[in-house]
């Protein structure tokens, strides 16, 4: 694996980007601001914890059952922690914007979303399930959950555009 991950591996797990992946990311994130999304991306828009000022990352928006998710692939990452702490955020893809809520899953609840999410997007984020992908049992899933945040969203608005 490229990614260094660091702290606590279930609770606190994080795994660092490479070059090659803030290459792309980047890519991606200008895609998404021009209405181009890839496979489903999003960029994510919240409130800093600390600075209170809005920060971006792109990211892959799940819908499964009618729900939409997102999934911190690397962990408990910065966009992550914001959420936590903001308790809503924005979704946008070109000049749409949709705002948010959200219900964070509890680990027994992830399996099917995981598994779903690894069969989507394991092309890009496969390498950061440590060895699970989506034909995995609900056990090998439940194991490595803990270090997967997984966020049910909830739509607090009407999509504007801006």
Excluded: C
């Amino acid at each position: 694996m490229n990614a260094t991950a660091t702290a606590d591996p279930t609770t606190h797990r994080y795994l660092v980007p490479t070059a090659a992946d803030r290459v792309f990311n980047r890519l991606a994130r200008r895609l998404t601001a021009m209405g181009l999304s890839i496979s489903g991306s999003r960029e994510l828009r919240i409130v800093g914890r600390k600075s209170g000022q809005v920060r971006t990352t792109v990211v892959n928006l799940l819908v499964l059952d009618g729900e939409r998710y997102l999934v911190s692939p690397r962990g408990t990452t910065e966009w992550v922690r914001n959420l936590r702490a903001a308790g809503h955020g924005e979704l946008r893809v070109g000049r749409r914007v949709e705002a948010f809520g959200y219900e964070e899953l509890a680990d027994a609840d992830k399996p099917a979303i995981l598994r779903q999410y690894l069969a989507t997007w394991a092309w890009e984020v496969g390498r950061f399930f440590e060895g699970v992908d989506a034909n995995a049992t609900d056990e090998q899933v439940l194991a490595i959950a803990p270090g997967f945040p997984v966020f049910r969203l909830i739509s607090t608005a009407d999509p504007v555009r801006r």
